[in-house]
């Protein structure tokens, strides 16, 4: 396989090596030192040529993790050249793009995996379980949060949605499938933001609340709030210097249930997913393109009403 991208491409390929069976064969950057580094550190190729490993007949898989701005051109040449794909989020910043790519999995015939790793994520993983048990009944209303402060580019008022929310979305989708019509409202500026999304259901309702306006030294946050018609599960997690994690399950009955969430790594679980669904050959829906579509469909009609004032269709 070859992966694109020495930031995040590089955990990536920390992954890969404890994955039996696969073999990291090139590394495309962009800056010859840091490639030396790279080179010394994994025992690989390394290349300031894309197409270099896009072209090459020995990689079956190609892990793009570029910026979104130039996913496209990445990931519709790898397809036409023959590879898998395997694209880090956000997949696109328009609906266009995203489906130009579904187009070429289909057309020529290849996989094209999205990291879509909160399905993956301990709690998130856990909550998605016992609601398909069936043992807290049926979902009525969900809240997720998240919050950082604004050390990332890209998380101001006309940005935040899509690179903050998008894998709150995912979440919502796999939960309670896809809403009516979306609103949203927010305050910030180019830099900073507060966003709060609303998905509306038939007889559910959902929300995602997103910030970047917490100071310096508050913890990267997320959490949310599952309430069922037969119980509710809360789930907390502060990362950074002092981590902390807490799941608790409200029962029907009145008891209550607190679980220490298992961590795992979810990028790395997601990895594991994708290698064996190229080895074995099977479909891989929770990470597929089609999944990928819905939930950026959920987050540029969340950008319209946030724009516009108003509630939008799905």
């Known amino acids: 396989m070859g992966i694109l991208g020495t930031g995040f491409g590089l955990v990536h390929a920390e992954h890969y090596q404890t994955i039996e069976g696969v073999q990291v064969k090139s590394i495309f950057g962009r ?25 090459d007949p020995e990689i079956d898989l190609i892990d793009v993790c570029l910026p979104t701005r130039v996913h496209l051109e990445f990931v519709t040449a790898s397809l036409e050249k023959g590879k898998n794909v395997f694209c880090e989020t956000p997949l696109a910043y328009s609906l266009q793009e995203a489906q130009k790519m579904q187009h070429f999995a289909r ?6 995996f999205v990291n879509l790793f909160f399905k993956y994520s301990p709690p998130h993983k856990m909550a998605l379980d016992l609601i398909r048990s069936g043992k807290l009944g049926t979902p009525r209303s969900v809240t997720t949060y998240n919050r950082t402060p604004s050390f990332w580019e890209n998380v101001g008022i006309e940005d935040i949605v899509l690179n903050f929310a998008l894998h709150n979305f995912d979440f919502l989708v796999e939960l309670l499938g896809i809403p009516d019509h979306v ?5 910030g500026n180019h830099k900073n933001a ?15 609340d997103c910030s970047s306006m917490v100071p310096q030294g508050y913890p990267f946050s997320i959490g ?15 990362f950074g210097d002092h981590p902390q994690e807490k799941t608790t399950i409200y029962h029907q009955d009145g008891s209550i249930e607190e679980i220490t969430p298992t961590r795992d790594d979810e ?48």
């Open 31 to 55: 800056k010859k030192n840091k490639l030396e580094k790279v080179k010394e550190k994994f025992g690989v190729e390394v290349t300031t040529d894309p197409y270099q490993l896009i072209e």
């Open 267 to 314: 990028n790395k679980m997601v990895l594991e997913r994708v290698c064996t669904a190229i080895k074995q050959n099977y479909p891989c829906p929770d990470l597929s393109i089609d999944a990928a579509i819905k939930s950026l469909k959920i987050g540029l009609a969340c950008n319209k009403a946030l724009q516009n004032n108003c509630a939008v269709e799905i």
């Open 107 to 112: 057309k020529f015939k290849r996989k094209l």
């Open 183 to 187: 609103t949203a409202r927010g305050i």
């Open 194 to 208: 507060h966003v709060v999304a609303t998905l509306n259901y038939l007889d559910k309702l959902a929300s995602v």
């Open 224 to 238: 949310y709030n599952i309430v069922c018609s037969k119980g509710t599960i809360h789930y907390a997690g502060e």
